[in-house]
């Protein structure tokens, strides 16, 4: 009887062990599914948070540069000091990058060879660019072409869906991209010391990507905005 009871104790000892292990088991996943909940939740506001302050600068931006009797120069930077924070607004025509809807093609192929794109996935936009669809954002174009999402930011720097361009306005692009695209020329069928021609294209004196500096340092891209005229009042494009 000693040693049944014994079996008897040891069996509900083993049942009670098992339960605790599922419990402790469930709990880990609920609280691993919780953290990441958590993670995600504050992931959404620091998106948030963000996106908030891009549409007031842009906002902010529009009210300084907008055309009018007021304007100030877009080539002028705008200066915020906010929260012992030295934040700085540069203004970028989009007229000195490349329109990835419109550039020209071997423009397009140049930009992408700068920056190690596969050509099969240039290929891949270019045939989609073929269709009546056009490219909201730049970050779209990783997404068409069948590229990682950080080769979209990256191509950020360098070009536009706004301008309309088949080229760029040199004096007014980054000089890492008149750089990069001149060394890709010189490796073509086009020689020189200037960039060709064909890629050369006048600025839009209208339309400005935003990029944020703070403390000298660049901390994002804010996004595009358009100044305005012809009677047409000033108005934001896109906010990244």
């Known amino acids: 009887m000693v040693a049944r009871g014994g079996r008897r104790q040891g ?6 062990l098992s339960t605790l292990s599922i419990v402790a088991l469930l709990f880990a996943i ?17 998106l948030a948070k963000r996106q908030q302050e891009n549409q007031s600068l842009a906002e902010l931006a529009l009210g ?7 304007q100030t120069d877009p080539r002028e930077s705008l200066v915020i000091r906010q929260d012992n924070r030295e934040l700085t607004l540069v203004l970028q025509d989009v007229g000195g990058l490349v329109d990835l809807n419109t550039a020209a093609p071997d423009l397009l192929d140049a930009l992408s060879a700068s920056l190690s794109f596969p050509s099969d996935a240039v290929e891949r936009f270019r045939k989609w660019r073929r269709t009546p669809y056009r490219l ?3 970050s779209d174009f990783a997404r068409v072409a069948g590229l990682p999402y950080e080769d979209g930011l990256l191509l950020r720097q ?11 306005a040199p004096d007014l692009a980054p000089q890492e991209l008149v750089e990069q695209l001149m060394d890709s020329a010189a ?18 004196g209208v339309v400005f990507r935003l990029d944020l500096y703070e403390g000298g340092r660049f901390e994002r ?8 005229g012809s009677g047409s009042g000033g108005r934001i494009l896109e906010l990244y």
């Open 64 to 70: 300084v540069f907008s055309q009018g009797p007021t």
């Open 187 to 204: 490796l073509g069928s086009v020689q020189g010391a200037e960039l060709p021609p064909s890629w050369r294209t006048a600025s839009s």
């Open 11 to 16: 069996f509900a000892l083993i049942v009670v």
């Open 30 to 46: 609920t609280s691993s599914r919780f953290l990441a909940n958590l993670k995600d939740s504050e992931a959404e506001l620091i």
């Open 221 to 228: 891209f804010v996004g595009v905005i358009h100044l305005g």
């Open 158 to 168: 360098y070009a536009t869906v706004h301008s309309g361009r088949y080229g760029i």
């Open 136 to 138: 909201h954002s730049v």
